[in-house]
């Protein structure tokens, strides 16, 4: 009887270990809400918030360029200019016509007032004075049509010159002496001289739609020294297709005076809270049946797969928007071995006090 009780002893003592490994030893994560931020490190340029493209109201033969890239230009500066010569030409033809209609308006006046003269002292007829008084009209039709020519050809003449609408910056220029342009076509591109904005190319998120008016901190890479504040104004509502990333534009708050801004390269940093939710490691994240999962630790220790919603993304983590509630107990580190069913103890991390 003893020698029984000895080797049944013996044997429990061997199968106890066995037992112990075959429950695996992974990462236990419990899950919490807790409150969410948006955060992205940016890489954009400065652009001007307004930016104008000046062609030539008719086309021609470009004579004269007189501004190059980076020239500051102020209102009314003269920037270009084409052959003026046919405009002139069809500037004197008008003002001959004009000068023409205008004796010929002064002639049926006086006709006018003679056959009007004529009639009072009973020496005229009613069909004179008619007559005159369709001359006289038909004088003044033309000497109106001939100042509308005239004024046409003034202004075709002054569109041979292309000058700047406002104070700004020249940031292109297309087109260059002995070019033949078209109507317009653009030939300098203009930058304002007040407004400036931060063009930015980020991954798209179902975060971004939160973004709008975010604060975004602005740090110079060529002038480590510059620091601004800007807000996020537009979001492009497509993804670029041969770049994968949306378009971000921020404005910024009171930029430096001047053009020396335009065209430089910033970082960008976006903090902001976007409310709140569940948060769990990547190392949780896993899939089943082609979607995400991630394993849940029941109260006995085994595990089973949960479908779970992804709202995001964050450093080292991954927002879900279904799947689990806080409280819970999900798998971290060590899922890699697990199948449903599975019995797991939490894994003793070193230097950890219980």
């Given at each position: 009887?003893?020698?029984?009780?000895?080797?049944?002893?013996?044997?429990?003592?061997?199968?106890?270990?066995?037992?112990?490994?075959?429950?695996?030893?992974?990462?236990?994560?419990?899950?919490?809400?807790?409150?969410?931020?948006?955060?992205?490190?940016?890489?954009?340029?400065?652009?001007?918030?307004?930016?104008?493209?000046?062609?030539?109201?008719?086309?021609?033969?470009?004579?004269?360029?007189?501004?190059?890239?980076?020239?500051?230009?102020?209102?009314?500066?003269?920037?270009?200019?084409?052959?003026?010569?046919?405009?002139?030409?069809?500037?004197?033809?008008?003002?001959?016509?004009?000068?023409?209609?205008?004796?010929?308006?002064?002639?049926?006046?006086q006709a006018?007032?003679?056959?009007?003269?004529?009639?009072?002292?009973?020496?005229?007829?009613?069909?004179?004075?008619?007559?005159?008084?369709?001359?006289?009209?038909?004088?003044?039709?033309?000497?109106?049509?001939?100042?509308s020519t005239r004024d046409q050809a003034r202004r075709a003449l002054d569109d041979t010159t292309i000058r700047a609408p406002t104070d700004a910056i020249v940031t292109a220029r297309q087109a260059e002496p002995g070019q033949i342009v078209g109507a317009a076509q653009s030939v300098i591109t203009l930058a304002s001289s007040t407004g400036r904005e931060v063009v930015f190319q980020t991954p798209d998120s179902p975060l971004l739609d939160q973004v709008m008016g975010a604060p975004v901190s602005l740090v110079g890479i060529d002038f480590p020294d510059l620091r601004m504040q800007a807000k996020v104004s537009d979001i492009a509502p497509l993804v670029d297709a041969s770049t994968g990333?949306?378009?971000?534009?921020?404005?910024?708050?009171?930029?430096?005076?001047?053009?020396?801004?335009l065209g430089s390269a910033v970082r960008g940093a976006v903090h902001f809270p976007i409310g709140r939710g569940i948060s769990v490691p990547w190392t949780a994240l896993t899939a089943t049946a082609g979607s995400p999962a991630v394993w849940v630790v029941d109260e006995g220790g085994r595990v089973s797969l949960a479908k779970v919603g992804i709202a995001g993304f964050a450093e080292g983590s991954v927002i879900l928007a279904a799947g689990v509630e806080a409280g819970q107990i999900v798998v971290g580190a060590g899922s890699q071995s697990l199948y449903p069913g599975r019995e797991v103890i939490e894994a003793q991390i070193p230097g950890e006090v219980r």
């Open positions: 009887m003893l020698r029984l009780l000895t080797k049944t002893l013996c044997l429990t003592l061997i199968a106890a270990p066995t037992l112990a490994q075959d429950r695996l030893a992974v990462e236990f994560v419990r899950v919490r809400e807790a409150p969410l931020t948006f955060d992205a490190a940016l890489t954009g340029t400065v652009n001007a918030t307004d930016t104008i493209e000046i062609g030539f109201r008719h086309g021609g033969r470009v004579m004269e360029v007189a501004v190059s890239e980076g020239d500051a230009v102020t209102k009314g500066q003269a920037l270009a200019r084409t052959d003026p010569l046919q405009s002139e030409q069809a500037l004197r033809v008008a003002e001959a016509a004009v000068t023409s209609a205008r004796a010929s308006q002064e002639q049926a006046r006018q007032e003679r056959a009007a003269a004529m009639l009072s002292r009973g020496v005229g007829t009613r069909a004179s004075l008619d007559g005159a008084n369709q001359a006289l009209s038909a004088a003044e039709g033309a000497m109106t049509e001939a100042i990333s949306v378009l971000v534009r921020a404005r910024i708050d009171d930029p430096p005076p001047g053009f020396e801004l």
